[in-house]
């Protein structure tokens, strides 16, 4: 499986990058980052040590739906869809539909590659 890469930049920066790819002034390369975060800190809070171990479990045991994920994690549901809903906006996981119409966490990369300039 693939790693994910991300990367961190500015909000500003972040936009600029945006508007330029919009308007085609822009074409980013097919080894940049594909998620980027404003801030180290940012980084962190998602990729936290626990929500790393949950990104691993969806990986490992792929549950049907999220009430499953969380009897296995030992999460409160509220809690694992909050959590699932912010990794799903910076495309750690996404969702299918399960049975009974219940959706179903994905995670398609086995970790993620880091790439921040210092600039």
């Known amino acids: 499986m693939k790693s994910l890469?991300?990367?961190i930049l500015p909000r500003e920066k972040y936009?600029?990058?945006t508007l330029a790819?919009?308007?085609g002034e822009y074409v980013p390369a097919k080894d940049e980052p594909k998620v980027w975060f404003e801030s180290v800190k940012s980084m962190s809070q998602v990729l936290s040590e626990e929500n790393r171990a949950l990104l691993k479990l969806i990986l490992e045991t792929e549950p049907k739906s999220l009430v499953e994920l969380a009897e296995r994690s030992g999460r409160a549901p509220s809690n694992l869809s909050r959590t699932l809903r912010t990794m799903e906006r910076y495309g750690l996981v996404?969702?299918?539909?399960?049975s009974n119409r219940q959706l179903a966490p994905r995670v398609d990369y086995s970790g993620v590659a880091f790439e921040m300039s210092f600039s």
Not at 94 to 98: K, L
């Open 21 to 23: 790819i919009a308007k």
């Open 94 to 98: 996404h969702f299918e539909q399960g």
């Open 15 to 17: 936009k600029a990058r």
């Open 5 to 7: 890469k991300i990367g």
